[in-house]
C-alpha cells in the first residue's frame, strides 16, 4: 500500500485532487488503524488514474462517481462520445490558432522584398461572413468581391471544410495565391481602385488574381505617419 504522498507520485495526480476525488465519492481508501492515514492499493492507483483520464476527456467528477458506483457502461460510452466531440472542437480551435501564427511569420521575409509579395500554395479554407461566429480563433479579414455589384463584408477565414451548419461559408479550393503586403492609411479602408490597380499589375507580371480579395491587418497603424500594414491575398493563375 502507499500513502497519499506515494500514491500522487505514482500517478501524477496531485494531492489535493486525490482528496477531492474522495470527496466526490469516486474512491474510498482504507484508513491505517494505527494512524488513521489513507492507504492506497493498486485498486485505488487505478481509480485515480482512470478518474483522471476520464476528466481530461471532459467528463465532469460527479458523472465519473457515479459511473464507478453503478458500473454504467452505457452512460460511460454517451459520456466519452460527448468528451470526444469536445476535444475535437478544442483540437480544431488549437490546429487554427497554430496555422494564422505560422501564416504571420511567413509574411514578415516578404518586408525584405522590394514589391512585397509572393505567389505561393495555400491550403484549403473557408471564408464565413461575419466575426461573431463560433470559430473566431480564424483569421479576421475584410473580403473584397471585384464582380457586380462590387461590395465587402466582414468574416474569418478557417483552414478547415465550412460544416453542414455553415450554410453561408464559401468553401475556398487549395491551390495558388498571391500574398502582398501593403502600407496602408489607417484611416481609409482599402478600395475597389486599390484591388483593380493590384489586379492591374498582376496581369503585367502574368498573372490573373480575384475576383475575391481577402485582407488582414498584420500591424496597426495611426494615421498617415504611421500606416497600417495589411496582408492582401487572392487566388492566382497564370494569364491566357
Known sequence: TMNILEASRATGVSRDMIRFYEK?????PARNPG?????YGMHEIHQIILAHQYNSMGVD????AKMFRKQDLLQAETELSQ??????EEAEWAAERLENAKRLQALFPLLKQENMQEISE?????????TGNSSSAGLPVVR???????????GIICWRSPRKNEKAGIALAPGIYLRKLVRHSASELFSRKEAE????????????IGPDFFISQVLCGQGDAHPDLLCIEAAAQPSR
Open 144 to 154: 473584397i468581391h471585384l464582380g457586380e455589384p462590387f461590395f465587402q463584408d466582414l
Open 24 to 28: 466526490k465519492g469516486i474512491l474510498s
Open 61 to 64: 467528477l460527479d458523472t465519473i
Open 197 to 208: 490597380e493590384l489586379k492591374e499589375g498582376c496581369r503585367k507580371d502574368g498573372w490573373d
Open 35 to 39: 494512524n488513521h492515514y489513507r492507504e
Open 83 to 88: 468528451g470526444i466531440a469536445q476535444l475535437q
Open 122 to 130: 495555400r491550403p484549403a479554407s473557408c471564408y464565413l461572413p461575419g
